[in-house]
């Protein structure tokens, strides 16, 4: 069983930036692939980044790519997502989520275990 908690959302003005970090607990965290999501009212869950266990693999969104750097610390059993020139549509609730299968990492579905989340808010 694997603890993830997620901290560092708040409000940020366009084109600002932030630092998220998702703290693991109970499990082996580094055989565990680990990846970013969002969500907004209504919509569903939404892919954002994946890193591999070692951190040699990442895989980002195309609504994100080279904004976002996804990385890991698999010393202090962390990973991170750092969002730079932030806009008021990347404002969600934002995931981290723990996999131990890196084929079809983009989809919700095969992570094993999730976070609580952390708010997000871009403003214009």
């Known amino acids: 069983q694997v603890q993830l908690v997620e901290s560092g959302g708040g409000l940020v003005q366009a084109g600002g930036s932030l630092r998220l970090s998702c703290a693991a607990s109970?499990?082996?965290?580094?055989?565990?692939?680990m990846g970013w999501f969002r969500q907004t009212p209504g919509k569903e869950r939404e892919f954002v980044a994946v890193i591999s266990t070692t951190g040699n693999n990442k895989y980002y969104a195309d609504s994100v790519k080279g904004r976002f750097t996804i990385s890991r610390d698999n010393a202090k059993n962390a990973v991170y997502l750092q969002m730079d020139s932030l806009k008021p549509e990347d404002t969600a609730v934002y995931y981290c989520?723990?996999?131990?299968?890196?084929?079809?990492?983009?989809?919700?579905?095969?992570?094993?275990?999730w976070g609580q989340g952390t708010q997000v808010t871009v403003s214009s």
């Open positions: 109970g499990g082996s965290f580094s055989s565990y692939h």
């Open positions: 989520a723990a996999r131990r299968i890196w084929r079809a990492s983009t989809d919700s579905a095969g992570y094993n275990y």
